[in-house]
């Protein structure tokens, strides 16, 4: 049995950075450029503005395994792909039945979730405001604000990360604006 040193970590509360961090993970608009629904805008951003940062993921470094708490915060930029908001890849847990728990920390922003038959839901996320990922929900969270969006995440360590399922189908959902607010618009590029 091998035991673990108790450990604290700071969250600066105003960027949402996890202190001290033993990973930092940073998503670019060119490696996500397949999940965003508008593809013309992916193309028109890339080759006028070039590459630009939309999320980074500070991991605690908690090992993924049976009876840890992995736990991590994540900063999504503020902007849009066309109408789409800046988002998360997103995913299942590879174990299907395994929940998770978000922490709203900074900014404002959406936590959207679906189950495998394509049923969507979002809930809007703030400061303080507790998500909760129930088992057998695909999750990924979008900035529908001006400032950058923050939030803590933990997930039980067996749980898993599966990216595939939504790569090859999609979420069957985006959150885009429309008339000025944050919409769940069905995908046109849903499989
Ligand atoms: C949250 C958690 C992490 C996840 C991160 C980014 O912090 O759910 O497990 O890695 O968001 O989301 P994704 O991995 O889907 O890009
Ligand atoms: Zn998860």
């Known amino acids: 049995m091998l035991i673990m040193e108790p ?5 600066e509360m105003d960027t949402g950075a996890l202190r001290p961090a033993e990973r930092v993970i940073r998503r670019t608009l060119r490696e996500m450029r397949a999940l965003f629904a508008d593809q013309d805008a992916v193309e028109r951003i890339l080759a006028t503005d070039g590459d630009r940062l939309i999320y980074e ?3 605690a ?6 009876g840890q708490i992995p736990y991590s915060t994540t900063v999504i930029q503020p902007g849009r792909v066309g109408d789409e908001f800046h988002m998360t890849k997103g995913h299942f847990h590879v174990l299907r039945d395994r929940a998770e728990i978000y922490l709203g920390l900074a900014g404002e922003g959406h936590l959207i979730l679906q189950t495998e038959d394509g049923t969507a839901r979002s809930l809007s996320m703030r400061p303080g405001t507790v998500g909760y990922v129930p088992p057998h ?23 898993g990360h599966d990216y595939g399922t939504v790569e090859e189908r999609g979420f069957a959902q985006i959150l885009v604006s429309r008339d000025g607010r944050p919409t769940l618009i069905a995908n046109p590029t849903h499989v």
């Not at 470094?61 to 049976?66: L, S, V």
């Open 7 to 11: 450990r604290a970590f700071a969250i």
């Open 57 to 59: 993921v500070c991991l």
């Open 61 to 66: 470094g908690i090992e993924e395994a049976a």
């Open 137 to 159: 929900w695909g999750h990924r969270t979008a900035n529908s604000g001006s400032v950058p969006f923050a939030f803590l995440a933990a997930w039980p360590g067996e749980a």
